[in-house]
């Protein structure tokens, strides 16, 4: 294949992965991934951005057929998706260097073998000259790996970005053109793999304001022509506060605690609060995980298993512990036949969450009147803290 053209002398050489359907044989790629390599020619050194997935190495090799020269192969992000080809890369271009910051040696030495005399390493800030281009590379550590960094390509504005910024969505367009899949392909991926990273985004957001970008190229998704599109998006999730959305994660067993949810989703509709539902014994845990991003509130709705929630729910709350969403609120509501510890149990498993939980509505057997008031009673609870919060 040919290199495909992107600006003069830079060009994408990446690999559009259509089959694949997990990340890290954990997260849910419906619309698949790309591994996005780009080429830029400088009138005096030729350097490669970032590699391909193992398994695509070919189709990276394919569109360097006609490429006899490689100085330079800047790695971002020592993680495989990107990172797992360049010991090919470095077999074929026997005086290539890899270029990376110190921590990104560390993690490329440890899980590919390179040898020492292979790494040119940068500190922030730093630029490379390819002759008439510059690349000036900026650590942004956390995007999503401790070593992560970007590079900004001088003359150009373009800024590449590896992990930040990507979506998992296979494309045969190599530039953004239909916004709307994008945005959700971008939130998915945020809400997977960045949003455990909110703080430290925020300062790296603060440190590309100082760039005129025209293109940004991360390494999943397509390139953004329209920087402002995937910046604001990335700025209202990580800075803005929550929405006045309560999200139920639930699953039920002998239909109390789904008579719970919809009772519960009923009032909180009443008072005019965006509620979503997820069903547990069915649900793409990557949508679970979008509706985090936004949500004022979580209640997780769980039958009593022997002495605890369902094993369904225990993931999704390990799942949502890790994912440290903004939500402010947190409940639980559910059932049990004769005993237990679900309530202390799920409590236990929330630390990593800054939430105020709100009193668990957990009830014996079928819902009855009384239970029911106490699901109004919470209804009335969120309504009033997301008011003060001013969400509602
Ligand atoms: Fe796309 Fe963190 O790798």
Not at 169 to 186: C, E, H, Q, R, W
Not at 240 to 255: G, Q
Not at 354 to 365: A, T
Request: charged content about 25%; overall charge negative; aromatic content about 10%.
């Amino acid at each position: 294949m040919r290199p495909r053209k992107i600006k003069e002398g830079i060009y994408y050489v990446g690999a559009v992965d259509w089959n694949r359907k997990l990340f890290d044989a954990l997260i849910p790629l419906p619309d698949g991934t790309s591994y996005n390599a780009y080429l830029i020619k400088g009138k005096e050194k030729i350097a490669l951005i970032d590699t391909v997935d193992p398994t695509m190495t070919q189709v990276l090799l394919s569109y360097l057929e006609d490429i006899h020269q490689i100085d330079f192969i800047i790695s971002h992000h020592g993680e495989q998706d990107h990172s797992g080809a360049i010991p090919i890369i470095l077999e074929k271009y026997k005086s290539a260097k890899v270029v990376t910051n110190p921590k990104g040696k560390e993690i490329l030495s440890i899980h590919l073998n390179i040898p020492e005399d292979k790494f040119i390493i940068v500190s922030n800030g730093e630029i490379l000259s390819l002759g008439d281009k510059t690349l000036k590379f900026i650590y942004t550590p956390w995007v999503h790996w401790p070593e992560t960094m970007v590079s900004y390509l001088i003359e150009d504005k373009i800024l590449f970005t590896c992990d930040l910024f990507g979506s998992h969505l296979a494309t045969s367009d190599i530039f953004v053109n239909d916004k709307g899949l994008v945005y959700d392909s971008a939130k998915r991926y945020y809400a997977e793999i960045m949003m455990p990273f909110r703080n430290i985004i925020q300062k790296n957001l603060e440190k590309i304001k100082a760039y005129n970008i025209e293109l940004i190229a991360p390494s999943h998704g397509p390139i953004y022509q329209d920087p402002p599109f995937i910046i604001d998006a990335y700025n209202d999730w990580v800075n803005n506060p929550p929405k006045n959305i309560v999200i139920i994660p639930y699953i039920s067993m002998h239909n109390s605690t789904h008579i719970m949810v919809e009772y519960l989703t009923e009032k909180l509709i009443e008072k005019e609060i965006k509620v979503e539902i997820f069903d547990l014994s069915s649900v793409d845990i990557g949508k679970l995980a979008m509706a985090l991003v936004d949500a004022g509130t979580i209640v997780v709705g769980t039958p009593t298993v022997l002495i605890g929630p369902h094993p369904k729910v225990v993931y999704a709350v390990f799942l949502a512990n890790a994912l440290k969403p903004k939500a402010k609120f947190l409940s639980i509501i559910g059932s049990y036949g004769w005993s237990g510890k679900t309530i202390d149990i799920l409590k236990n498993m929330v630390s990593n969450l800054d939430m105020e939980i709100l009193d668990p509505v957990l009830i014996k057997g079928l819902p009855k009147k009384e239970d029911l008031k106490l699901l109004d009673d919470l209804a009335e609870k969120i309504y009033e803290k997301h008011k003060e919060l001013g969400l509602a």
